[in-house]
Nanobody, 116 residues
Framework: QVQLVESGGGLVQPGGSLRLSCLAS????????MTWYRQAPGKERELVAS????????NYADSVKGRFTISRDNAKNTLYLQMNSLKPEDTAVYSC?????????WGQGTMVTVSS
């Protein structure tokens, strides 16, 4: 079955960096676009960044443009989110997502806390 497992979250000071990973299994990773979402406490989930199946096109929320980079390694079935210049407002649970045959698949999420 489809599985998405995120890792790499943690506590970081403002201005710091983290790299999130999402290991995919149970489907042909290289054939599907992938998306990172986040949900801050008390707020709705929002799209952070997305990438096409080949990695040739990416899209970012305005709030993270120039600071975050989405990428993928299809040989390793892994999606990444490099987060630089982190701000307290980036604090959230980050989850990876794919849509396969009209159905959404989600990982369990990884918590990112930006605080001094």
């Amino acid at each position: 079955q489809v599985q998405l497992v995120e890792s790499g979250g943690g506590l970081v000071q403002p201005g710091g960096s983290l790299r999130l990973s999402c290991l995919a299994s149970g489907f042909t990773f290289s054939e599907y676009g992938m998306t990172w979402y986040r949900q801050a406490p008390g707020k709705e989930r929002e799209l952070v960044a997305s990438i096409t199946s080949t990695g040739d096109k990416t899209n970012y929320a305005d709030s993270v443009k120039g600071r975050f980079t989405i990428s993928r390694d299809n040989a390793k079935n892994t999606l990444y989110l490099q987060m630089n210049s982190l701000k307290p407002e980036d604090t959230a649970v980050y989850s990876c997502n794919t849509v396969r045959w009209g159905r959404d698949y989600w990982g369990q999420g990884t918590m990112v806390t930006v605080s001094s």
